[in-house]
């Protein structure tokens, strides 16, 4: 069942997908019609999910529920990461590759492989002031406060250093 974001308590478990590339215009509504399709009816052995989710920089899919008094089975946990692996076939997108980097240049929200975002940090393609997104947060709490970090907060910060 789908309720408003807010509504998910601080220390609810969220999910972050990048995209390898930003969403097209014309897509966004057939992925939230999908995205909220799939939350609708995703249940943990017949007990409902009270879940929710954000779209943010046409880039970023977040997913977050309501675990506190019921946490999630593994059945559940796989039901996500198969419409997640559906969403990359009908998108020709990649969302499930925490590693690589998504970083802010100005105000566009980039996605780079690693081995690219280590070379940029020797050319210094980017600086000590650069923010990038730690997607492998897994709190509504971290999402707030964590998310958007300079990357000197980061595990990439030491390769600047």
Request: charged share 30%.
């Amino acid at each position: 069942m789908i309720i408003d974001f807010k509504k998910i308590p601080k220390q609810g478990k969220v999910w972050v997908f990048p995209s390898s590339r930003k969403f097209y215009s014309q897509e966004i509504a057939v992925l939230k019609e999908r995205i909220e399709d799939f939350l609708t009816d995703w249940d943990d052995q017949e007990n409902s999910i009270n879940s929710s989710y954000l779209l943010k920089y046409d880039r970023f899919i977040i997913i977050a529920v309501d675990d506190i008094t019921h946490s999630l089975s593994l059945q559940a946990h796989d039901l996500l990461i198969a419409f997640i692996q559906e969403l990359e076939k009908i998108f020709e997108i990649v969302l499930m590759d925490k590693i690589n980097v998504c970083y802010k240049q100005g105000e566009f929200v980039q996605y780079k492989d690693i081995k690219d975002f280590k070379k940029m940090i020797k050319t210094k393609g980017v600086s000590q002031k650069t923010i990038v997104f730690n997607n492998i947060i897994s709190t509504k709490s971290e999402l707030n406060q964590n998310w958007e970090i300079n990357i000197m907060d980061s595990w990439l910060g030491h390769f600047l250093k």
